[in-house]
């Protein structure tokens, strides 16, 4: 089955530089779309950035877009989340999931993700 495993979450200060892994094993990820998601403690946990991993297109969320890049490596079965400019309104559990590539959906709708990954800590502090 499909196994989803994030790396890269560290504490760094406002301004800083974070690139996320989601690495995945089991299938390869060609017909799917892969989301990044944040939880910060007490809150919902909020669609980032997606990437449909057969033609590349990307969804960034607002409060990221220009800040944040996410991209894929085919060979490595793999998708990153480069996080520049980082504040501390960006901390939170970074989870990796993926959905099957069939039809568009309006935004990051959470329950139609799954697997989902353990999930990655980011802090951003001072």
């Known amino acids: 089955q499909l196994r989803l495993v994030e790396s890269g979450g560290d504490l760094v200060q406002p301004g800083g530089s974070l690139r996320l892994s989601c690495a995945a094993s089991g299938y390869t990820l060609d017909y799917y779309i892969i989301g990044w998601f944040r939880q910060a403690p007490g809150q919902e946990r909020e669609g980032v950035s997606c990437?449909?991993?057969?033609?590349?297109?990307?969804y960034y969320a607002e409060s990221v877009k220009g800040r944040f890049t996410i991209s894929r490596d085919i060979a490595k079965n793999t998708v990153y989340l480069q996080m520049n400019s980082l504040k501390p309104d960006d901390a939170g559990v970074y989870y990796c999931?993926?959905?099957?590539?069939?039809?568009?959906?309006?935004?990051?709708?959470?329950?139609?993700?799954?697997?989902w990954g353990q999930g990655s800590q980011v802090t951003v502090s001072s």
């Open positions: 999931a993926a959905r099957p590539d069939t039809s568009p959906v309006q935004g990051m709708p959470r329950l139609l993700f799954g697997p």
């Open positions: 990437i449909t991993f057969r033609d590349g297109s990307v």
